[in-house]
C-alpha cells in the first residue's frame, strides 16, 4: 500500500538561509512524487514532479527534490528561502497508472525576516 | 495555460438549501476530480470522472452529487448539507487518465470556500 511521511509539521528559517522539507515514501510500485505548495485560502500548486527521468527534479521558484530509492525520500530543497516561499507544503505519491493521490499531512513553512 | 477555474469562491449556504458548485478547464484534460479540504488536513479526493464517465466514488455520501456535462466542466450539487461538510472544495484535472507510463500531473483551481449554517 501507498503511504506518504512528512516528517515535519512545521518548519522555521529565516529569509535566506536554505529551506529542507523531508519526505518518505511507501510504494508497491514504481512511484510517481510530487511537491505541492498552497498559499493560504489557495488552491495547489505544483512545485515539482519525479518520474524515474531523473533522480533530482528542479522545480519552480528554485525548489528541487532528489530521489533516492535506498532511502524511499524524495526531500525538497531550496538554497535561500524567501518571505514569499511562506506556505503549506505537502509531499504526495501515485503508483503508475494511478488517478489516485496520496498526500502527505502537510509542513508548514515560515520564514521570519 | 494550466488554469482550472472554480466558481463562486465562497458559498455559505443552510442546511435546506440546494447549491452547485462549477469547475472548468479548457486544457483538453480528459479527467477531472473533486476534493474536500478541511483546515490544516491534507485534500481528501470525493470524485474522478475520467472521458465524462464517474470512475472513482471515494464512498461520498448522496448529500453530494457530481455532474460532468462535458469534457471542460465539472459540477458538484450540493443538498442536505451538514455542518461538518464546511470545507474548501477542490477541483483538479489532469491530460491522461490512467497513463501507462507515469502518473499525470493534477491541476488545481483556487476552490471553493463552503460554509454551511
Known amino acids: 500500500a501507498q503511504s506518504v511521511t512528512q516528517l515535519d509539521s512545521h518548519v522555521s528559517v529565516s529569509e535566506g538561509t536554505p529551506v529542507l522539507l523531508r519526505c518518505n515514501y511507501s510504494s508497491s510500485y514504481s512511484p510517481s512524487l510530487f511537491w505541492y505548495v498552497q498559499h493560504p485560502n489557495k488552491g495547489l500548486q505544483l512545485l515539482l514532479k519525479y518520474t524515474s527521468a531523473a533522480t533530482l527534479v528542479k522545480g519552480i521558484n528554485g525548489f528541487e527534490a532528489e530521489f533516492k530509492k535506498s532511502e524511499t525520500s524524495f526531500h525538497l530543497t531550496k538554497p535561500s528561502a524567501h518571505m514569499s516561499d511562506a506556505a503549506e507544503y505537502f509531499c504526495?505519491?501515485?503508483?503508475?497508472?494511478?488517478?489516485?493521490?496520496?498526500f502527505g499531512t502537510g509542513t508548514r513553512l515560515q520564514v521570519f525576516p | 495555460d494550466t488554469e482550472v477555474t472554480q466558481t463562486p469562491k465562497h458559498l455559505v449556504m443552510g442546511m435546506t438549501n440546494k447549491k452547485s458548485l462549477k469547475c472548468e478547464q479548457h486544457m483538453g484534460h480528459r479527467a477531472m476530480y473533486w476534493y474536500k479540504q478541511k483546515a490544516k488536513k491534507p485534500p481528501e479526493l470525493m470524485f474522478v470522472?475520467?472521458?465524462?464517465?464517474?470512475?472513482i466514488n471515494e464512498s461520498v455520501p448522496s448529500r453530494f452529487s457530481p455532474e460532468c456535462p462535458n469534457s471542460s466542466l465539472l459540477n458538484l450539487h450540493l443538498h442536505a448539507l451538514q455542518p461538518e461538510d464546511s470545507a474548501l472544495y477542490l477541483c483538479?484535472?489532469?491530460?491522461?487518465?490512467?497513463?501507462?507510463?507515469?502518473?499525470?500531473?493534477?491541476?488545481f483551481g483556487p476552490g471553493t470556500r463552503l460554509t454551511v449554517l
Open positions: 483538479a484535472s489532469s491530460q491522461d487518465p490512467g497513463g501507462v507510463r507515469t502518473t499525470d500531473t493534477q491541476y
Open positions: 470522472y475520467s472521458y465524462e464517465k464517474l470512475s
Open positions: 504526495v505519491v501515485s503508483d503508475l497508472g494511478s488517478d489516485k493521490l496520496i
